[in-house]
């Protein structure tokens, strides 16, 4: 993706020689490109983030997939308790 945004803004300072306009375009596309259009694991380099490379918004979104999958395991559990008996004796098994 970020190979597309730089040749686009080549393009456009190439064809700024002709009409300033495109320049003003392509600064447009990097900066949008800079603030937006990375992942979350290129910004947590730039905004300094912690020794552990944990972003806590990242986290508290693994928390609740986390969470969630708990929850859905706990019903299960409750809604089917004798399949989920037996997968827990073939776990003790292997």
Known sequence: MGTIVMAGA?????????????WLA??????????????????????GGSSSG????DYRAYRDRRDKQAKWERRY?????????????EKKGK
């Open 10 to 22: 080549a393009v456009l300072v190439v064809l700024g020689f002709g009409n300033s306009v495109y």
């Open 26 to 47: 392509a600064a447009a596309v990097l900066f949008l490109y800079m603030q937006y259009g990375r992942g979350p694991s290129s910004t947590s380099s730039s905004r």
């Open 54 to 57: 944990v972003v806590p918004g």
């Open 77 to 89: 559990r409750r809604d089917r308790p004798f399949e989920s008996r037996r997968q827990e004796r």
